[in-house]
């Protein structure tokens, strides 16, 4: 019990985490079954057989302590007199070893001081080597005339040019190397031009003669030999650094262009007949024709070479091509500042014409160059987008398009169709106007050529000018508007033919159409997106600006760090406006193609039917900003003319048709009813005019024209007839008729429907139905109008059941009703 009792005590002085893994184990071995508890009786077997084999053991180990104990304590006692020895071993040696160092100082000082200086003098006997070593080299590139073996040489210059790192030793083997190479180069070059000659370099497109193995095999070996005795690369960037130069071509390909160089500078420079300034497309042309002719050959014998030495930053085609084309852009260059200068001694008459006819020939060279090379080379490019000439372009362009848009206006053809004339094309719409066709191929030109410049600042420029352009377009025609709408006539209108106004109204809106759809092009959309994002640029410029100025410098030394992530994620620069704005107009055209599939604007030319008809859908100005909306106000201004015209005639010719006596009409049947005859010649003539203009104008137009005419015809009848008039039953039914059968076909749609119909003529439809209503009804309703004469406007609505006149409208149509009239005689006399 004792025994038990001390292991009782020692199991108490358990931690809670031994305990809780007790009792969980415990639990996972009894399990949750609480009647089932047969699991209890073998687990307090196993417990008592695990506690008899530890009690045995700790028997066992009680008996075996004394005699382990007694063995470890000897082992420790011998380990400790050992470390002791081993202490007193180690004081005696480093002892005598301070000993002999003491007496070997002198000795020792002075063998470092003879190593020092045996080392010196290797460093020396080195220094001299290498100077001797190049020495060497120089002379045995002296004496050697072979041209592989002088490849060699030099090449282990250029080896000890790239290991030295003494600067004085440095700057002796580089100018040895830089000078070997220029020797090496001129006698290679004369090699080089020899086998040149041999091959007929340069090549004619006439001439086709078959070139010799030996000489092409010469020809490689040279060309191997030229990319091998390249200047080291801390040679080249100290030039480059000092001159500010830009890295030449290849050596292979420079010696290629020197003749070609020469011709140019023989036939384009000078006084020679060939190096007119007012022919630009002479010297372009040549420099297409040079490359057509040789880049496959450089391609074919110079670009294998180099991809053999695995030298991967030469390009022999891109090289030899860029050379060509640059020859071409300094002459151009010259060419327009001569024409800055105005010619000299005034040979040019015309200087802007001059001007303008360069910078066509230069685009299309451009895009020529383009479609033989496969890739862009900018340099012609960059000499037109340079401040003073880019400036200048801009005006000349605005110059010639203003002076064509007087000439055009100005000639009386402008407002004819472009399907009629000897010149019209098959299938071409007969509403535009030549001047809309002539002004849409004007900024579709401008696009073509200003599209291809390769910085959006530049492009945006030339937007802004189409937006100039297209304002001056809208001007004009605004004033032409007024002298359109002083022309008119009362004989206007009634026969087909061109139109002032009318050809003034199609042009905008076949101007606003075509605008609206080039806004939901790539083109046009990244332009758009391109000016947004960089206003937002220019405000963050000047935000940070301000910002910087009242930055606290405690505020940046808190967590500097963290105020540079910031800068980092928030700033935009210059060079990310591209390309966030091309990406936002992927997107939008993405967005747009996955919602009508059918049309792509960016990529399919759509007809001027679907242009129209897709007017409606397209709204947002984008990139052309306000210039759609003030095209549509002036559209309406001009169809607002139109319709004034044409309502005038026919308000002027209906005097006898309103002045009818409806109050006296004699009551017919309705199969007896016809048309009244005051009614038919003024309904014809507004037909007439309507469906002449409809003709000519757009389809769109035409509809709108014909709903805006029926709804100022409905206000009109309604008012001077409706209103204005008394009816009995005879009159009702009269007039009834007359827009039933007169007034609602002469405006209805090709389809109709009753539907259509009342919605067409609601007004004077509505108050035939009131003339006509049955009479206790026109009673009963008006005397409950007439009782709720006080009451709020939407009880009297209710009261009508959703007709679209006013209660005080429908009070009035009923109370001229003569059949609801009071038989006094003053009532009687109000009838006459």
């Not at 292979?252 to 036939?267: E, G, S, T």
């Not at 990139?623 to 002027?652: M, N, Q, S, Y």
């Amino acid at each position: 019990m004792d025994e038990e009792e001390k292991m009782f005590s020692a199991g108490t002085c358990l931690t809670d985490e031994v305990k809780k893994s007790i009792i969980n184990d415990l639990n996972s071995k009894i399990g949750g079954e609480v009647e089932n508890l047969a699991n209890v009786y073998q687990l307090e077997n196993e417990l008592g057989v695990r506690r008899d084999q530890l009690r045995g053991l700790l028997n066992a180990a009680n008996n075996e302590v004394p005699t382990k104990l007694s063995t470890a304590i000897k082992k420790a006692e011998a380990n400790s007199d050992h470390i002791e020895n081993l202490k007193e071993r180690s004081e005696k040696l480093k002892k005598k070893a301070e000993d002999f160092l003491a007496r070997n100082e002198v000795v020792l000082s002075e063998l470092n001081a003879r190593f020092t200086a045996v080392h010196k003098l290797q460093e020396i006997l080195t220094y001299f080597k290498s100077y001797a070593k190049v020495e060497e080299i120089s002379n045995q590139l002296k004496q050697c005339k072979d041209d592989e073996q002088m490849v060699s040489l030099y090449n282990q210059l250029m080896e000890m040019c790239e290991e030295c790192t003494n600067p004085h030793r440095s700057a002796y083997v580089k100018e040895t190397t830089h000078y070997w190479h220029n020797v090496l180069k001129d006698h290679l070059t004369k090699s080089y031009e020899d086998v040149m000659k041999q091959l007929k370099w340069p090549f004619s497109s006439e001439e086709n003669v078959p070139i010799p193995n030996e000489v092409l095999t010469k020809f490689s070996n040279l060309t191997k030999y030229l990319f091998m005795i390249r200047e080291p690369d801390a040679v080249i960037r100290e030039i480059n650094l000092y001159e500010d130069l830009v890295l030449e071509p290849c050596l292979p390909v420079k010696i290629l262009l020197r003749p070609l160089r020469r011709r140019f500078i023989f036939h384009f420079t000078g006084t020679r007949q060939t190096a007119r300034i007012d022919r630009p497309e002479w010297f372009l042309t040549q420099t297409l024709t040079w490359i057509k002719d040789h880049q496959k050959f450089v391609r074919t014998h110079i670009q294998p070479v180099a991809d053999k030495l695995k030298m991967k930053h030469v390009h022999a085609v891109a090289e030899f091509n860029s050379g060509l084309v640059a020859l071409a852009a300094e002459r151009l260059h010259t060419v327009l500042a001569l024409y800055q200068g105005h010619g000299p001694k005034g040979e040019i008459e015309d200087v802007d014409a001059a001007f303008a006819h360069a910078v066509d020939e230069t685009l299309g060279f451009y895009r020529e160059q383009l479609a033989v090379t496969g890739y862009p080379i900018n340099n012609v490019l960059s000499v037109l987008t340079k401040a003073e000439t880019f400036v200048r372009w801009l005006a000349v362009e605005k110059k010639y398009a203003l002076t064509k848009m007087d000439e055009t206006l100005d000639n009386d053809q402008w407002i004819e169709a472009v399907a009629t004339g000897v010149g019209s094309a098959v299938g071409c719409v007969l509403w535009v106007p030549r001047g809309a066709d002539w002004f849409i191929s004007l900024l579709k030109t401008m696009e073509d050529r200003y599209f291809i410049l390769p910085q959006p600042g530049h492009r945006l420029q030339f937007l802004e000018l189409q937006l100039e352009l297209i304002d001056e377009w809208r001007i004009r025609l605004t004033q032409l508007l007024t002298v359109a709408i002083d022309s008119i006539r009362p004989e206007t209108f009634l026969v087909a033919e061109p139109n002032l106004l009318i050809a003034i109204v199609n042009t905008a809106h076949h101007v606003r159409t075509v605008l609206l759809l080039w806004t939901h092009s790539l083109q046009y959309l990244q332009l758009h997106y391109y000016r947004s994002q960089f206003h937002n640029f220019t405000r963050q410029q000047h935000r940070d600006i301000s910002e910087h100025s009242s930055v606290v410098d405690e505020e940046l030394e808190e967590d500097p760090k963290k105020n540079k992530e910031q800068d980092i994620d928030g700033t935009m620069y210059l060079k990310d406006v591209e390309v966030r704005a091309r990406k936002l107009a992927i997107s939008d055209l993405s967005k747009q193609s996955f919602e009508d599939k059918e049309t792509d604007f960016a990529e399919q030319n759509l007809t001027l039917t679907a242009m129209d008809q897709a007017d409606d859908t397209l709204e947002d100005g984008g990139a052309f900003g306000e210039a759609p909306a003030l095209l549509a106000t002036l559209r309406d201004a001009g169809l607002a003319a139109l319709v004034e015209h044409i309502l005038f005639e026919f308000k002027a010719t209906t005097r006898e048709y309103k002045k009818q006596k409806w109050h006296a009409m004699p009551t017919v049947e309705q199969k007896a009813l016809s048309v009244s005859g005051p009614l038919c010649a003024p309904l014809a003539a507004l037909c007439a005019r309507r469906a002449a203009a409809a003709r000519a104008l757009a389809p769109r137009l035409a509809e709108t024209l014909r709903v805006r005419l029926a709804h100022h015809v409905d206000n009109y009848l309604f008012e001077e007839v409706c209103l204005a008039s008394w009816f009995n039953t005879g009159g009702a039914l009269q007039l009834a008729h007359d827009a039933r059968r007169c007034v609602l076909p002469a405006f209805a749609p090709p389809v109709t429907a009753d539907v259509v119909e009342y919605k067409l003529m609601p007004r004077l439809l509505e108050g035939c139905r009131l003339l006509n209503m049955d009479y206790d009804d026109a009673r009963r309703l008006r005397t409950v109008l007439s009782r709720q004469l006080h009451s709020t406007l939407e009880d009297a609505q209710q009261q009508l059941s959703g007709s679209l006149l006013k209660p005080q409208e429908v009070r009035q149509i009923l109370s001229q009703r003569t059949d609801m009239k009071d038989s006094s005689p003053e009532s009687v006399m109000e009838l006459f």
